[in-house]
């Protein structure tokens, strides 16, 4: 990739705290228009990752550039061209939505009349126009997060750095934010989003990057990662006794894993493994193609959620 | 190192401009109960001192002592305000509320944020403290003209407390430890410092330490405008004001690089 067609560029970044290793050795390269993902369990340095971007935290070692400017050095350059959208709300809550977007305009040194003008299609974008003037602390949850996107797009930005963009959200207002960001990659803007939903990850990333721990554990296009390290359906069995079960459908599954009461089981044929079900009572058993999450918990083990 | 620092410190001359329109816009919306709040206290050591106190007491370094008092009580609320409005508010913005938070991912650093909270703290300042002297004005203790000749005293009187207070949030974890700083150097200052009698009453070595005190400074600078006398040693009260205000200025953006950009 030429350096015009890289929006962002980590090369061996680490970073400890405390002597806590927080992000180890650390590569990936973002191209302009694409929207790639940081998918990791909480406590497996997205958050550091996102903030080192900005120049908000300083790596031990490692170069970072980002929109060709190299960060933490020349940061706020890189940051006229990037709009954030922090894991936690930090909006203005006295403030109406007029208002928070036309303070934040004014960080990046818009004047007001630069700010009026982008003001409708923002509110449009983010479908609050109705809402123009009523105070952030009266608004839900969804709303005050599409606000935080629009108030991301007032610096009209090249980049989009989404910690988090749809945590704490009810699935009604996370599919819209999905569709707004859809929009947004259609229109040309680069994204780089940080998320523990496997959904999101697998419906928004053109590719991801897998961390554990501070590490790159896999990396790629999600179908490509699905295939690779799954690469067949999926019988989920809930009921019975899960170490019997797997002694009885071991020749025909290519790899087995029990988490709690549910049995996990890939397998290329699962019709065989149905079959040698047939005969036990109290089962439920469905079957289904793989997905990022079986991906996911494949490379960190069924163990993470603990 | 002296890159990263430099990154940090304000960009330019102006981009302070836009966290204290910010914060001015935050403050209309509630500016009625903020003038009121910022008139009762003083209000109320100015009479009650002043009326009870000045009956007793008589005239001081020539003049009555609610004048004497009132000049004391400009510096007094000047510091005040800028040092709460730091302490509380900008703490909040730059704790609970995140608002420094979002600031700095624009164009931004934290030294045009801490900039502009300085200044805002300090108009709060100008705002506060001329109000006591438009009520002195009205009481007939002070003229028009006397207040205009104090107002860039006060402003730097806000500026000055208003750094140092910057100082105590960027090191104190959580709202806790602000009193530490209220009873052991802001409540002891009001009382050394010749607000409320004059600093010949003390014992002569008490005069060295308490000239190193920065409302000494302003209290000398205020109240020989305030009752329009000759000021003795000016320059120097400004330089030690500015000293203070520039080494605290530049430590708090030290201390709050260490704490909110590691």
């Known amino acids: ?306 | 190192m002296g890159e990263s620092y430099a990154a940090v410190m304000p960009t330019n001359a102006y981009n302070w401009i836009a966290v204290w329109r910010r914060n001015f816009l935050a403050w209309k919306k509630v500016a009625l109960a903020s003038i009121l709040g910022n008139l009762a206290d003083p209000l109320t050591n100015l009479f009650g001192l002043g009326f009870g106190l000045g009956l007793i007491v008589g005239r001081v370094e020539g003049t009555s002592y609610i004048a004497f008092l009132a000049a004391g009580m400009v510096a007094t609320s000047a510091m005040t305000s800028a040092t709460f409005e730091t302490m509380y508010a900008a703490f909040a913005r730059m704790d609970a509320k995140r608002t420094w938070e979002a600031i700095l991912s624009t164009e931004l650093t934290l030294g045009d944020i801490v900039l502009g909270e300085l200044v805002w703290a300090a108009s709060k300042s100008v705002l506060a403290g001329t109000a006591i002297g438009i009520v002195a004005v009205t009481l007939g203790y002070a003229s028009w003209l006397s207040i205009l000749y104090a107002m860039p005293t006060i402003a730097l009187t806000g500026l000055v407390f208003a750094s140092l207070a910057m100082v105590v949030i960027s090191l104190a974890p959580s709202y806790d430890y602000f009193v530490f700083y209220q009873t052991l150097v802001l409540s002891p200052m009001v009382f050394l410092c010749g607000v409320v009698f004059p600093t010949s009453q003390l014992p002569g070595s008490f005069q060295h330490f308490v000239g190193l005190l920065p409302l000494a400074h302003s209290v000398d600078l205020i109240r020989p405008a305030m009752l329009e006398r000759g000021v003795d040693g000016a320059v120097l009260h400004v330089a030690a004001l500015c000293v203070y205000t520039v080494f605290s200025f530049f430590a708090s953006i030290a201390v709050f690089r260490r704490r909110l950009l590691r």
């Open chain 1, 1 to 306: 990739m030429s350096m015009s067609t890289v929006a962002i560029d980590l090369a061996g970044v680490r970073k400890s705290f405390g002597g806590r290793t927080i992000v180890d050795e650390l590569s990936f390269s973002v191209a302009r228009g694409e929207c790639f993902g940081l998918l990791g369990p909480n406590g497996a340095g997205k958050s550091t990752i996102a903030r080192m971007l900005l120049g908000m935290i300083s790596p031990d070692a490692g170069k970072i550039m980002v929109l060709n400017e190299p960060v933490p050095a020349r940061a706020r350059v890189a940051r006229m061209r990037i709009g954030v959208v922090p894991q936690f709300d930090n909006l203005e809550l006295e403030f109406t939505v007029r208002e928070n977007l036309l303070v934040f305009g004014r960080y990046f040194g818009m004047s007001a009349r630069k700010i009026e003008a982008v003001l409708p299609s923002l509110l449009e974008f983010a479908r609050l126009e109705t809402k123009a003037d009523a105070r952030v602390s009266e608004l839900s949850g969804g709303m005050k997060r599409r606000l935080t996107l629009a108030r991301a797009l007032i610096n009209d930005p090249h980049l989009l750095v989404m910690d988090e963009p749809t945590t704490g959200l009810d699935p009604h207002a996370r599919h819209l934010i999905w569709e707004r960001l859809r929009v947004l990659l259609a229109r040309g803007k680069t994204i780089l989003l940080t998320t523990h939903f496997m959904e999101e990850a697998e419906r928004l990333c053109d590719r991801l990057c897998v961390l554990e721990g501070g590490r790159k554990i896999a990396e790629g296009k999600p179908d490509v990662l699905i295939d690779e390290h799954i690469g067949c359906n999926v019988v989920e069995i809930y009921g019975g006794d899960p170490h019997q079960l797997r002694e009885l459908i071991r020749p025909h599954a290519r790899h087995i894993e029990v988490s709690g009461e549910t049995l996990f089981c890939y397998a290329p044929y699962p019709e065989q493994v149905r079959v040698q079900l047939r005969g036990q009572a109290g089962l439920r058993v469905l079957q289904r193609p793989p997905n990022l999450e079986d991906v996911f918990l494949r490379l960190t083990g069924r163990e993470m959620e603990k």
